[in-house]
């Protein structure tokens, strides 16, 4: 996430297979850092879709205030600037 401007990037999404401790402890505090909105975890393992978004904070203590899980059943919203953009049915992301 190094060098990566929050103004570029609206949405990283990561499909996570057998990185999921990586991706949340790793990536996770990396991307709210650089200020990225949304950052979606597809857990293939947990069959869930884990959506983070309003990043604070700076370096390694940088978080996302929000957090949803939302599994197989569910609709997913896309929210970007406090909008919803579109949804997903989490059945249509996870394999």
Known sequence: AQGIRSDAVAL??????????????????????????????????????????EPRGEGPSAAYERSSVYHPDDDVPLVLDGRELARFNARDILP
């Open 12 to 53: 990283v999404v990561e499909v996570s297979q057998s990185s999921l401790a990586i991706d949340r402890k790793v990536k996770w505090p990396l991307y709210a850092a650089a200020g990225i909105p949304a950052y979606w975890i597809v857990d293939l393992e947990g069959r869930q879709v884990l959506v983070y978004s």
